[in-house]
């Protein structure tokens, strides 16, 4: 019997409110990914329910998520991408140093073990895949231009010696070169 009357709860027991809660939310999660915290949704007659939230991850403006890998592209200065080289790479732990190979070619794709995200139920860290993107300056100054010019001249005088060769007598000269 009920003897006094509540006008928060109207005499139900429970009166709803507001609260913020802390929630930590586990490396690794993805948009199909579902969070159960006990005990923190509805009252009902066995007492609070579970709160299921449902997650989606804002896209971030290096990294663009395959499953657990993560891919990059990273601009790379084409004296870099000829001449061979290291250059830092952002990693979700900080920055490493990836090697370019000497004639790397725009579009190439590099693969960085261990550096994606981790999996929820094993901890193994997916790959990162870094496009790197040749890029050529806007601006030279007199000197660059002219070395380039100069390089230019070289690679013509070699690629014209051997422009008139037919496959036939390529192949010919190859197997005729003695072997050293």
Known sequence: MITEYCPKCHGK??????????????AGVDNSSRLRVQNE???G??????LYLYIHVLPHELFKREGNDLHLE????FTVAALGGEIPIATLDGTVAMKIPEGTQSGKVFRIKGHGMPDLRTGTRGNLYVRVMIQVPKRLTAEQ???????AAISDKKHEAHKGETLKEKIKKVFSEKPF
Request: glycine share 14%.
């Open 13 to 26: 027991g429970i009166v709803r409110a507001v609260r913020h809660i802390e929630v930590n939310i586990p």
């Open 41 to 43: 949704g509805e009252v």
């Open 45 to 50: 007659s066995g007492g609070p329910g579970d």
């Open 74 to 77: 990273r601009p790379v200065d």
């Open 145 to 151: 231009r002219r070395l380039l010019q100069e390089f």
